[in-house]
């Protein structure tokens, strides 16, 4: 696979294409030829021109702005399931680009949010920006805007829906699914019917069908974590790495599976890296640490492409993949994945 993506990269270099844009080609070529760790059925899709649009919505009841960015299949022909992307702390909405056009290009419509007060401008320009950060994941790591901005931008996407837009016409919002990044995830699960960290008024919102959670952050907490994750309800694909631990916040590394370890009743997954931090899903700004993200990220689109695929888009190849015993082969020597079926509730552990 390494090889393959090296191959792809080095052939749009020549053609002086941009890094950015050229990572994104790289991925949509990888994804278009299908890896060599997939069975064919699930590899083969057609892999469409995507899109980009931007907007500003504003949620009059909590006096806030909510920037979206939205990546679409540009070839508009049927409804699409929605996917909101919420990002992690000191983040944008034009982070994670690799996956919103990935899964754009894949049939999907993904919309990232930018949350203010806990976007980029948090250490943009700070002379002691880690400070800066830490200050405002102490009065974030409840979750509770992210979750609230995700909710508003599901209702904005249900009035465009309602009301057929030419956009509206294009969103399927009987499927629906929501990835985040760190705090971002920590939403996703809350979306999804996790116990609040503060204890407060539940966010379970029944149109999240489906969660992507990198790095998930484990709070400390008061109520035990069978309770609070036990009522989460909806299927899960979990990331994390052997060396995950938190910049800002203070999750471990080994506390990162907890959320996938007292999930009941769902299909859910986790998948860890080998040799992977906590940077990389959005990149590593020293280049001196960003020489594997791509491979990693090359390897978060495929898979998660994979699971909506299975749980969003109902593909019964694809879902028979996840539950089939050649699972292992997803992550090919990167990592290794763990898996709790609903059906069974046993536990199955696979690596390369």
């Not at 020549?14 to 278009?32: D, G, W, Y």
């Not at 504003?58 to 990002?87: G, M």
């Not at 299927?235 to 052997?242: E, P």
Request: glycine share 8%; net charge positive; with cysteine.
């Amino acid at each position: 696979m390494i090889t393959q993506i090296a191959s792809f990269d080095n052939l749009f270099q020549n053609m002086n294409i941009s890094p950015p844009i050229r990572f994104s080609l790289v991925l949509l070529t990888f994804l278009q030829l299908g890896s060599s760790y997939l069975p064919a059925q699930t590899s083969q899709q057609s892999v469409s021109p995507v899109s980009v649009s931007n907007a500003n919505w504003f949620d009059t009841a909590r006096n806030r702005s909510v920037p979206v960015k939205i990546y679409f299949p540009a070839q508009k022909y049927e409804k699409f399931p929605i996917i909101i992307f919420s990002h992690g702390l000191g983040g944008s909405n034009d982070k994670c680009a690799y996956l919103g056009q990935t899964w754009a290009a894949n049939g999907l419509i993904s919309v990232h949010i930018q949350h203010l007060g806990m976007d980029e401008q948090t250490w943009k320009g700070k002379i002691r920006p880690i400070k800066g950060l830490k200050d405002v994941y102490s009065q974030q790591w409840s979750g509770r805007t992210q979750a609230e901005d995700i909710r508003f931008v599901l209702n904005q996407l249900d009035m465009l829906s309602a009301h057929e837009t030419s956009f509206g016409r294009l969103l399927d919002m009987s499927r629906v699914g929501v990835a985040g990044y760190d705090l971002g995830g920590l939403a996703a699960m809350l979306l999804a019917g996790q116990v609040p960290p503060d204890q407060g008024r539940p966010l379970h919102d029944l149109r999240v069908k489906a969660i992507v959670v990198m790095s998930p952050p484990v709070a400390d907490q008061m109520i035990s974590p069978p309770l609070s994750y036990g009522t989460m309800n909806a299927a899960a694909l979990f990331f994390t790495g052997s060396e995950d631990d938190g910049v800002i916040g203070p999750t471990k590394s080994w506390q990162r599976r907890i959320p996938f370890d007292h999930m009941q009743g769902q299909d859910r997954f986790l998948i860890t890296y080998q040799n992977a931090d906590h940077l990389i899903y959005a990149g590593h700004i020293r280049s001196s640490k960003s020489q594997d993200d791509q491979k990693f990220q090359a390897n978060i689109a495929q898979a998660t492409t994979l699971f909506w695929r299975a749980y969003l888009k109902d593909d019964p190849a694809v879902f028979a993949y996840f539950h089939g015993p050649s699972l292992g082969g997803i992550t090919g020597t990167l990592g290794r994945i763990e898996r709790r079926l609903q059906s069974t509730e046993i536990r199955v552990q696979y690596s390369k």
